[in-house]
């Protein structure tokens, strides 16, 4: 007889990779790259700064969109989704 664990499809990290972890995945990497362009070639340190800047500030204003997004555990009201009506935590504490 298969459990219930057998039965249930694992759909977590299958679908396709979001751009939102890519472009973090990216800026982690350059900035990770950062001190060997410095020790390899110190002349051009404000241009390999000037790429890990600009590489973080295009993953701040990518807009979290996948597979996975929205997800209805978020803290943020905005990010939960429009399929059904959740009560707050503060409704919650009030309510009780």
């Known amino acids: 007889m298969p459990s219930q664990s057998d039965t249930k499809k694992d759909t977590y990290g299958k679908g396709p990779p979001d751009l939102k972890s890519t472009t973090l995945n990216l800026a982690s990497l350059v900035l990770f790259l950062?001190?060997?362009g410095a020790y390899f070639d110190a002349d051009r340190l404000p241009i390999y700064i000037g790429v890990v800047?600009?590489?973080f500030i295009i993953t701040l204003l990518v807009p979290p969109v996948g597979w996975m997004r929205p997800h209805p555990y978020s803290d943020m009201e905005g990010n939960r989704g429009s399929s059904k009506?959740?009560?707050s935590r503060i409704e919650v504490i009030k309510a009780g």
């Open 53 to 55: 800047v600009i590489t």
């Open 34 to 36: 950062l001190p060997f």
């Open 85 to 87: 009506k959740k009560t």
